[in-house]
Structures are given as C-alpha cells and as structure tokens.
C-alpha cells in the first residue's frame, strides 16, 4: 500500500530531525577546529578546503536533491561554521546590492557579518586596521578590462589575496510596477548601461538612459518614482521592494566579474593556484624581454599582465602578473627570485585557490 501525504511528512520530520543532528555534530567538529586555529595561529577561512569540499559532494550527488542546491545548502552550512570558529565581518565595496554585494554573499554566506563601504580604499584600511577580517573588491570584467583602482592600492598595502571569486554578471531591468508602458527613464551605472546598449536600442528606443554611480542607487530611484526603470541585479530587486519586468538583458552573454578577497594572510596550497605579483622593472635595454624568461624556461604559465604608471616618477610603469601555481611551489618561488635580479622590487600579492 502507498504512502498517505501523513505518512510522507512523518518521513520527512524524521530525516530532518536527522539532518539537524547532524548539522550539531558538524558544528562541534568546526568548533574544535577552530580552536586548532587559534592554537597554531592560522586563518580561518580556508577556501581550498572549502572547494574540496564542494567539488566531493558535488561530484558524489546520485540526486534527485540538484548539484546547485548542494552547493547553495553547503555555502550557509560553511558560511554558519565559519562564524563558529570567529564572528567573521566582511567589508565590501558597497552599497548594498551591487554585484561586489552578490560576489561577497557568494563567498561568506548569510552569516558573515557583511559592511559595506564607500570607495575601494575604504575596503583595504578596513581590513588593515583589523576592524573587518577580510574586504572584497572588484578587480576585473571579461567585457570591461581590469579595476585600476584595485591594482594601485597594492602598491602601498601589505594586505594580502586569500581568494578570487568569480561572479557570472546579469543585469535586470526592474521597476515599480513591472509594466513596460510606465518607464519613461532608465537610471544605472554606464558600465551595465554599456552592457545592455542593444537591448535597449531595439526595446526601449528613444526613452533615456541616465547614468548614475552605482546599480544600487538606480534601483532606489526606481523604488520612488514609477516612472523611472533600473538596470541592476537580482538582489536589488528584493532589497529595493521592485519588479522584474525582464531578466538578463545583457548582449554579451558569458559577462564575469572577477574580485579578490583581501586579508592579512594568502591561502595556503591547493594544486590547483594562482599567484599574484607586482614589480618594478629596472631601466636597462632588453628588461621587458628578458623578464619573462624566468616564467618561461621553468614552464610557468601565465595568465595575465598589466601595466600602471607609477605615480610618484613619470614614465616608468609597476607591472602586475598572474600566473598559475603557488609560491611555495619549488619553480615559481625560483622564477621569482630569478625575476627580483631585473628589478627594482617585486613584491608577492597572494597565492590563493582558481575560482572555477
Ligand atoms: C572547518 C574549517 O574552517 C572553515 C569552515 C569550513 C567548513 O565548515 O567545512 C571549511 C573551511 C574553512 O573556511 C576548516 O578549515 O576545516
């Protein structure tokens, strides 16, 4: 004979008197480690350990329970054990609901404590003056290029790169009502705007597009005038108390954002890292040449570099590099000695986990 809907629901008061039991015996356990930590002085927010964790049981799913609930379900269990170990305050560049928001919630989870702050400076003395454990900040879009402002505050901070996050970006065209025939105006920043220019031209053509200085605050000038349409994300559109009235109209799809987690310590080794560094190169002929040859010969790939004008002398450039491994690793931390004899300094910005 089946089961009657009473019958069901006794089942599943009795697997989650389960899942609760065991999320108490999780949690002695991340206690303890916590005190470990304390003990030997380590950090502790592991992301390696925290990716491990994902890819195992994600690989090990049978289902039906879906791959992206597990992962979602685990993001609060860790974010919750997390604060266990140590209230663990996250400053972001804010305001609330912008996508550095949505990257810093992908992150920490819902109990972090999360502070978001006014500029990207105000992120980094945050954090190095202990008043929050971690910041994150924006550092690239695969459509925009690089966060200038990110790579100039490495020149004079100490903090380090614990983890890089990864954020597929959406934008959403949200309002008051959620009708179309009501939007006059459409507020956002002009990087989404710029994002979304052929979507808008062949919807909305002729209505205006004002640029303003974040996602965050187009949604609050949508929350008061229902006139007025917002491009921003998902989380606005609950924080703001508006309508969708139509999702991810961005033209490029595959839009990511790239942050990092800056803290006081870099993660320790996963196998699978990246290391970021910056140098100043010495003026002779045939440096930029030669600077790479370190990387090169050993085998060291690299993914990125970048140029900025060092501001207190015109005319000579600091050099930011990503490369794949870890510092501790035998060929990388010998390219990068190699490396110090063509420059003036090179300083190590965090070796960390690839966010995939
Ligand atoms: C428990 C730990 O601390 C934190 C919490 C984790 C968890 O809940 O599993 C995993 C990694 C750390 O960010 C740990 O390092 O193992």
Redesign the pocket.
């Known amino acids: 004979m089946s089961k009657t809907l009473a019958d069901l629901r006794r089942d599943i008061d009795a697997i989650d008197d389960q899942i609760l039991d065991l999320l108490n015996r999780?949690a002695r356990?991340?206690i303890e480690?916590?005190r470990l930590?304390t003990g030997e002085k380590r950090d502790?927010?592991?992301?390696n350990?925290?990716r491990e964790?994902y890819e195992r049981l994600t690989g090990a799913n049978p289902g039906p329970f879906p791959n992206e609930a597990v992962r979602s379900v685990f993001r609060e269990?860790?974010s919750?054990?997390?604060s266990l170990?140590s209230p663990m305050k996250v400053a972001f560049l804010g305001p609330k609901a912008t996508f550095s928001h949505l990257a810093t919630l992908q992150q920490f989870g819902l109990s972090a404590e999360l502070v978001p702050l006014k500029s990207i400076s105000a992120v980094f003395e945050e954090v190095e003056k202990g008043r929050a454990y971690y910041g994150v900040v924006p550092v690239e879009n695969s459509t925009e290029g690089v966060v200038s402002h990110t790579l100039d505050m490495f020149m004079d901070s100490e903090l380090k790169i614990n983890a890089e996050i990864l954020l597929e970006v959406h934008h959403d065209l949200l309002s008051r009502t959620g009708r179309v025939e009501d939007i006059k105006k459409i507020y956002s920043h002009p990087q989404p705007i710029a994002q979304c220019r052929n979507w808008l031209e062949e919807h909305f053509p002729g209505v205006p597009l004002v640029d303003v200085a974040s996602t965050a605050v187009a949604a609050q000038i949508a929350g008061e005038d229902y006139t007025a349409a917002a491009i921003a994300s998902e989380l606005a559109a609950t924080m703001y108390d508006l309508k969708v009235v139509r999702k991810r109209i961005e033209d490029q799809v595959n839009n990511f954002t790239r942050f990092l987690v800056i803290g006081k310590k870099m993660a320790e080794r996963c196998g699978d890292d990246k290391t970021s560094l910056m140098f100043l190169i010495k003026d002779e002929p045939g440096i930029l040449y030669r600077m790479l040859e370190p990387f090169a010969k050993r085998g060291v790939s690299l993914s990125k570099i970048e140029s900025r004008p060092l501001k207190k002398k015109a005319w000579e450039y600091i050099f930011f590099l990503d490369l794949a491994g870890h510092v501790s690793e035998p060929a990388v931390a010998e390219a990068v000695q190699e490396l110090k004899g063509y420059c003036q300094f090179v300083k190590i910005l965090g070796s960390y986990p690839r966010a995939k």
């Not at 502790?44 to 992301?47: A, E, M, R, S, T």
């Open positions: 999780r356990c991340v480690v916590g930590k502790f927010h592991v992301p350990r925290e964790i269990v860790i919750a054990s997390l170990e």
